[in-house]
Each structure stands twice: as C-alpha cells, then as structure tokens.
C-alpha cells in the first residue's frame, strides 16, 4: 500500500516537471496614477501685431525689444511733411467754403432782398403806365403802338421780379445755393478730417499696457498696410496652451492640477490648472487646444514661447487592485485574464476599471494574491506550472517612487506618455 502511494506520489510529480512553466503575477494593492505627458508652450492671453494704415517711410522707432510700454506710449513714427501740406491744404478748402456759406447767409441774403423790392417797384410803376396808356388809347390820344410798348414793359419788370424772387428763394435756408454751400463745406470738413487721420496714422502709439516682444522695422524702411511692425504681449496673466492629441481628450477636464518644468531650469518645477479646452478639433493635427492658468507666484524666468514639459493627473487611485497590461487577454469588450486552478489553465472573465498605458485596475474577477499568467501559456484547461520567480507589481519600489522617479509607487509608475 505506502510502496503505491510513494508510486503516485511519484508520478504526480513526475507529470508536474512535464507541464511547462508560465511566468505569473500576482494582482496586488497598490495606488494607481495615470498622467498625460505633453508640451506647452509659454503665452500671454493676449498678443498684437501693431502695424501702419498708411505708406511711408520710417522716421524713428522709439521703443525695443523687451521694452515694457504704457497705453498711448509712441511706438513708431512714419515721415509726415506731405502729409502735413495735405491737411493744411484741406483745411484752407474748409475755411473757403465755410466763408462762401456764411456770405450766403448775409451780405448775399440781403443784396437779392434789394433786387426783389426794386424789381416790385419797376413792376408798379410799368403797372401805372399801362393803366394811362389804356386811357389815353382808349380817348384817342395815343396809337395802339403806345399801348403795346406798355405791355412789353409791364413784361419785362413781371420777369425781372420774378428772377429776383427766385435768386432770393435760392439763398433762403432750405434753398439750392446754400444747400450747394452746406454740402461743399462738408465735402471740404471731410477732406480735412481725412487728412488729419492721415497725419495720426504717422504716429503708432500702444493700444494698452504691453511688453515688445519683437521689433520688425528699422528707420528708412518703406512700410505698407498690412505689414506687422512691432509685436506687443498685452499686459495680462501668462498661460500655458498645449496641444493634445484628441485620443486623451476624454481624460482632460478643466480644473486638473499639471506639474510644469523646463528643460532649462529642471531643479524648478511648478504647477498649473487647466483652464480651457477647446470645443474645436484641428482637423489637419487631430490635436484639442488646452490651456492652462499658472499660479501667482509663478517662476520669473518664464518667457513668451518658452516650451515646458506638462505632466497632468488625470486620474488617481489611492488603493487599487493592480495587474500589468500585459496580462489581460481577449480585447477590450470582453477582457479576460488567465490563471492557475489545480495546475491547469483556467480564463476568468474580469471587470476593469481605471487604466493606464501599462497597468489596470481590476474591479472584479480576481482576488488579491492570486497568480496571472503573463505571456505565452497553453490554451485554457492545458496543464501549467507558474513560474513564481516572474516580476510582480508588488516588487515595485515602497519608497514612493515609480520607475520613472515621478510617481508615487507600485502602479502609480505607470502613466500614458505623449512624447514631445
């Protein structure tokens, strides 16, 4: 009886070195952190390219280069002689028609009021006369030729008051001559109010507080419109705007903390808050536009441009159920893993929770401890035997320190990267 027992014992053995060696983790407790990784660059919230309305050619540049400038502060000035001559020319026009409208109104008014009372006068006088030489025609002292130059005459003063009347209308407020007037003046008025637009347009000045942050002229340059000449960081809080490739952005929300840090500077790392995603996708990047708002106490040597490295946490486990990716078996529908039960292999449905581009957090379907399989194993129900010495999450460094020597420990070295 012991000699068949030893037997079996033996054979079980011998059939367990047969089955092949699987390498194994054990799903362990651990806090879990996934972080997007990106580059952002430096901006102001609001930058301008101050340029000329007019052609001409540079007289001075006032300003350079870093320059920190004041609302109304002159930038730039453009030659300005014939421009000068213009509105001098324009206003002298102004005041001609201004004079030709106010004669109008006076010595012009009054000079067709005398012709109009001289041309009544004549008109009476010419109407007495035919009254006597009808008279007199009719007694027959006078011919019928008499008679005829009379009315001739009552004629001629009826249209020469008439004339007079109408000269008189055209000069009334509402009349031809002076409407004619009022519009020249305008016409000219306007012509001198171009011309002084003109000559400010010589003058750039800054449209608000501002720092240069590029000088693109030099006196004697010919500029034309549309050309920008100075670039101006508006005075306002400095952000950071990234650009993120639109897969992540289901794990971007406004309001996520970022560690920030420059290549130039690696000792002086700082923090920023997400201010805002875009709602637009740049179709030709497939990237989301995000930005991010820094502290008050912001370093000082950040510049306009300056790229920093961007590490935001997306998402944090203080305790989870962790396995390497690696592990997971079957796609992301209907994930599986497969483990060890009396030296068989055996696939287990499981459900997942937070992931990461190297680990994932089991929410249900394994226990703590037990063995996965990791890599090539044989087809569930084919016999196995777990290889313990395989690397688990639960040899990750205790200190509080990932792989990475950024994170926290055990699954918090994982983090989805976006290279630079």
Known sequence: MAAALLGAVLFAAWWGMRAPAVAAVSAHQAPLLRTLQFS??????????????????VLQVAVAEGAQVKSGEVLLRLESDELQAALAQSQASERQAAARLAGLRSTGRSALQASVMQAESVLVATQAELRRTLDLVAKGFVSEARLDEARRALAVAQAQLDGAQAQRAAVAESGTDVTQAQAALALASGARAAAEARLAAAVLTAPADARVLSRLVEPG????????????????????????????????????????????????????RVLSISPLVDAQRGAVEVKFSLPEGRPAFLREDMTLSVEVETAR?????????????????????????????????????????DAVEILDGLREGEPVLIGPAPAPGGRVRVDTRAPSLASADKSGKSSKGSQDSGGAAISNAMGR
Request: net charge positive; glycine share 10%; aromatic share 4%.
């Open 221 to 272: 340059q010919i500029v034309q419109p549309g050309r920008a000449l100075l670039g101006l960081a508006l005075v306002g809080p400095l952000q950071l705007v990234a650009q993120v490739d639109e897969r992540y952005l289901g794990q971007l929300q406004i309001g996520q903390l970022a560690n920030v840090l420059a290549d130039a500077y690696p000792n002086q790392r700082f923090r920023a």
């Open 40 to 57: 952002a660059r430096v901006a102001t919230a609001s930058r301008v390219e101050v340029g000329s309305t007019i052609t001409g050619r």
């Open 317 to 357: 486990r203080a305790q989870a159920l962790v396995l390497p990716v690696a592990a997971l078996r079957g796609d992301d529908s209907s994930p599986s893993v497969w483990c060890v039960r009396d030296g068989r292999v055996e696939a287990r449905q499981v459900r997942l929770g937070l992931r990461t581009l």
